[in-house]
Nanobody, 117 residues
Framework: QRQFVESGGGLVQPGGSLRLSCTSS????????IAWYRQPPGKERDWITT???????NYTESVKGRFTGSRDDAKNIVYLQMTSLTFEDTAVYYC???????????WGQGTQVTVAS
Protein backbone atom coordinates (compact mmCIF):
# COMPACT_ATOMS: atom_id res chain seq x y z
CA GLN A 1 0.00 0.00 0.00
CA ARG A 2 1.49 3.30 -1.07
CA GLN A 3 1.98 5.79 1.74
CA PHE A 4 1.62 9.52 1.36
CA VAL A 5 3.31 12.12 3.55
CA GLU A 6 2.09 15.69 3.73
CA SER A 7 4.01 18.67 5.04
CA GLY A 8 4.12 22.45 5.02
CA GLY A 9 1.16 23.31 7.20
CA GLY A 10 1.20 25.86 9.96
CA LEU A 11 -0.44 28.89 11.49
CA VAL A 12 -1.19 31.75 9.15
CA GLN A 13 -3.20 34.95 9.34
CA PRO A 14 -6.26 35.54 7.16
CA GLY A 15 -5.15 36.61 3.72
CA GLY A 16 -1.87 34.77 4.07
CA SER A 17 -0.33 32.00 1.99
CA LEU A 18 1.13 28.56 2.50
CA ARG A 19 2.55 25.90 0.24
CA LEU A 20 1.90 22.30 1.10
CA SER A 21 3.94 19.37 -0.17
CA CYS A 22 3.06 15.73 -0.66
CA THR A 23 5.45 12.86 -1.25
CA SER A 24 4.82 9.16 -1.46
CA SER A 25 6.62 5.90 -0.80
CA UNK A 26 6.70 5.08 -4.51
CA UNK A 27 7.18 7.02 -7.68
CA UNK A 28 4.48 9.64 -8.19
CA UNK A 29 4.92 9.32 -11.94
CA UNK A 30 3.27 5.90 -11.62
CA UNK A 31 0.07 7.57 -10.46
CA UNK A 32 -1.98 9.29 -13.13
CA UNK A 33 -3.86 11.53 -10.69
CA ILE A 34 -3.02 12.70 -7.19
CA ALA A 35 -5.57 14.62 -5.19
CA TRP A 36 -5.58 16.91 -2.20
CA TYR A 37 -8.26 16.64 0.45
CA ARG A 38 -8.98 18.45 3.68
CA GLN A 39 -10.86 17.78 6.89
CA PRO A 40 -12.02 20.80 8.87
CA PRO A 41 -12.56 20.38 12.63
CA GLY A 42 -15.64 18.28 13.31
CA LYS A 43 -16.38 17.71 9.63
CA GLU A 44 -15.79 15.05 7.03
CA ARG A 45 -12.83 14.92 4.72
CA ASP A 46 -13.55 16.59 1.38
CA TRP A 47 -11.84 16.67 -1.97
CA ILE A 48 -10.07 19.92 -3.00
CA THR A 49 -8.15 19.36 -6.22
CA THR A 50 -6.81 16.67 -8.51
CA UNK A 51 -3.58 16.99 -10.51
CA UNK A 52 -2.84 14.58 -13.34
CA UNK A 53 0.49 13.57 -14.87
CA UNK A 54 -0.34 15.67 -17.94
CA UNK A 55 -0.95 18.67 -15.65
CA UNK A 56 -4.69 18.82 -15.89
CA UNK A 57 -5.99 20.27 -12.67
CA ASN A 58 -9.52 20.76 -11.38
CA TYR A 59 -10.71 22.32 -8.15
CA THR A 60 -13.63 22.40 -5.83
CA GLU A 61 -15.51 25.66 -6.14
CA SER A 62 -14.52 27.11 -2.76
CA VAL A 63 -10.81 27.20 -3.61
CA LYS A 64 -10.89 28.20 -7.28
CA GLY A 65 -8.70 31.21 -7.93
CA ARG A 66 -6.98 30.88 -4.56
CA PHE A 67 -5.36 27.44 -4.56
CA THR A 68 -3.04 26.01 -7.19
CA GLY A 69 -2.20 22.35 -7.43
CA SER A 70 0.94 21.20 -9.24
CA ARG A 71 3.32 18.29 -9.34
CA ASP A 72 7.01 17.75 -9.98
CA ASP A 73 7.37 14.06 -10.69
CA ALA A 74 11.14 14.38 -11.05
CA LYS A 75 11.25 15.42 -7.39
CA ASN A 76 8.35 13.14 -6.48
CA ILE A 77 6.44 16.02 -4.92
CA VAL A 78 2.91 17.29 -5.35
CA TYR A 79 2.25 20.85 -4.24
CA LEU A 80 -0.72 22.83 -3.08
CA GLN A 81 -0.10 26.57 -3.17
CA MET A 82 -2.72 28.31 -1.08
CA THR A 83 -3.31 32.04 -1.11
CA SER A 84 -5.92 34.44 0.31
CA LEU A 85 -6.52 32.02 3.16
CA THR A 86 -9.63 32.40 5.26
CA PHE A 87 -10.79 30.96 8.58
CA GLU A 88 -12.79 28.39 6.62
CA ASP A 89 -9.58 26.93 5.21
CA THR A 90 -8.56 25.72 8.65
CA ALA A 91 -8.28 21.94 8.34
CA VAL A 92 -5.97 18.98 8.20
CA TYR A 93 -4.81 18.56 4.61
CA TYR A 94 -4.11 15.22 2.98
CA CYS A 95 -3.06 13.87 -0.38
CA UNK A 96 -3.94 10.54 -1.92
CA UNK A 97 -4.64 8.61 -5.09
CA UNK A 98 -8.30 9.21 -6.01
CA UNK A 99 -8.42 6.08 -8.15
CA UNK A 100 -8.19 3.94 -5.03
CA UNK A 101 -11.65 3.09 -3.67
CA UNK A 102 -12.41 5.16 -0.58
CA UNK A 103 -12.61 2.18 1.72
CA UNK A 104 -9.19 0.98 0.58
CA UNK A 105 -7.33 4.26 0.88
CA UNK A 106 -4.56 4.54 3.43
CA TRP A 107 -4.34 8.03 4.87
CA GLY A 108 -1.18 9.65 6.18
CA GLN A 109 -0.97 11.99 9.16
CA GLY A 110 -1.89 14.99 7.08
CA THR A 111 -0.64 18.48 7.76
CA GLN A 112 -2.52 20.99 9.92
CA VAL A 113 -3.35 24.39 8.48
CA THR A 114 -4.73 26.91 10.94
CA VAL A 115 -5.91 30.32 9.83
CA ALA A 116 -6.20 32.67 12.78
CA SER A 117 -5.67 36.35 13.51
Amino acid sequence: QRQFVESGGGLVQPGGSLRLSCTSSGSNSDIYAIAWYRQPPGKERDWITTITTDNRVNYTESVKGRFTGSRDDAKNIVYLQMTSLTFEDTAVYYCNDPSIPKRARYWGQGTQVTVAS
